[in-house]
């Protein structure tokens, strides 16, 4: 079985650039959380889709973070436009109720390097 | 106002003896525990978890044990073992929140010594 895939692995921009990362969550898990991890810092939330709907996006810092999820299959984040504050690591996480439905399964993480 | 941490960012352990690696938390309302182990440039990956519950669950080598009173978590490792040298993150949830969005620690770099 594939695990949670995140695309690009890096992606370098300039400030008051657009970027666009994608995760591709386990097959058939209805639950896709987006996850920021900054310099070193804790992991934090940013937002939890259940399917096509957003469930909490308590965590998004502003509105420049756009999450969408077409279909309950895969999911984007757009960052527009990007800020230096922005860079650090966007780890996907996926899950599926109600089995397991604690244990979340990461992607690899898409650093974000904004200069 | 960080409700979970890490307050060891790195811990040293020769390779067969015991890690601990401790977690505090703030929020009385998480009643969900869990550990994950992270490699560099990979995502971090499940070890454990614990209900509140409980106080104590053991899967092999890892053991966490939950003291609600103290909110206060701790893993265990025994024996430890060079592969076991990662990033540990202590994360916390609420399962009535019906987001069950986790809530992490910092993270605490344990290095095993051959």
């Known amino acids: 079985e594939a695990g949670v895939t995140q695309f690009p692995s890096h992606s370098v921009i300039e400030k008051g650039q657009t970027v666009t990362l994608r995760c591709d969550p386990i097959s058939g898990h209805d639950n896709l959380y987006w996850y920021r991890r900054v310099m070193g810092k804790e992991i934090k939330f940013l937002l939890h889709?259940?399917?096509?709907?957003?469930?909490?996006e308590s965590g998004m810092p502003n509105n420049r973070f756009l999450a969408e999820r077409t279909g309950g299959t895969y999911s984007t984040l757009k960052v527009q436009p990007a800020e230096l504050e922005d860079s650090g690591v966007y780890f996907c996480?996926?899950?599926?109720?109600?089995?397991?439905?604690?244990?979340?399964?990461f992607g690899p993480g898409t650093r974000l390097t904004v200069t | 106002d960080q409700q979970v941490k890490q307050n060891s960012p790195s811990l040293s352990v020769q390779e067969g003896r015991i890690s601990i690696l401790n977690c505090d938390y703030t929020?009385?309302?998480?009643?969900?525990f869990l550990w994950y182990k992270k490699y560099p440039a990979e995502g971090p990956t499940f070890l454990i978890s614990i209900s509140s519950i409980k106080d104590k669950n053991e899967d092999g080598r890892f053991t966490v044990f939950l003291n609600k009173s103290a909110k206060h978590l701790s893993l265990h490792i025994v024996p430890s073992q060079p592969g076991d040298s990662a990033v540990y993150f202590c994360a916390a949830t609420r399962t009535t929140s019906g987001t069950y969005k986790y809530i992490f620690g910092t993270g605490t770099r344990l290095k095993v010594l051959a």
């Open positions: 929020n009385s309302m998480f009643d969900y």
């Open positions: 996480a996926s899950s599926q109720e109600p089995n397991r439905i604690y244990e979340q399964y």
């Open positions: 889709f259940v399917k096509e709907s957003k469930q909490d």
